[in-house]
């Protein structure tokens, strides 16, 4: 990685999935600024702080439904989003299939 200040952020955001981090509380985590922070974080990752943080979460919430058999409205509501509609919109978005379908045992269509 070419910026390790940006390594500590990216290590920071799996750690916990579950946590709605602000781009100010990023930037804080860098001790950069919203601006500089998000420029350098585009620049280093090739892709915004904001889809970054919600593929982690999206790569989080298929381990969790497909290998825990949790269900799809306990991932929305853990990972802090106002409904399992928006939350499945989402994750079809990231992961390119609806949460059910990643269920072990059943096909991704």
Request: proline share 5%.
């Amino acid at each position: 990685m070419r910026c390790p200040k940006i390594g500590t952020v990216v290590a920071a955001i799996p750690a916990e999935p579950e946590r709605d981090r602000s781009l100010l509380e990023l930037a804080d985590v860098m001790g950069a600024s919203r601006s500089s922070f998000a420029d350098a974080f585009t620049r280093t990752m090739g892709e915004s702080p904001a889809r970054y943080v919600a593929k982690i979460k999206m790569f989080q919430a298929r381990r969790w439904i497909a290998q825990d058999g949790m269900r799809v409205a306990t991932a929305a509501d853990r990972l802090a989003y106002e409904s399992e509609a928006s939350f499945s919109r989402a994750f079809k978005r990231v992961i390119g299939h609806a949460p059910s379908a990643g269920r072990a045992g059943k096909k991704a269509a």
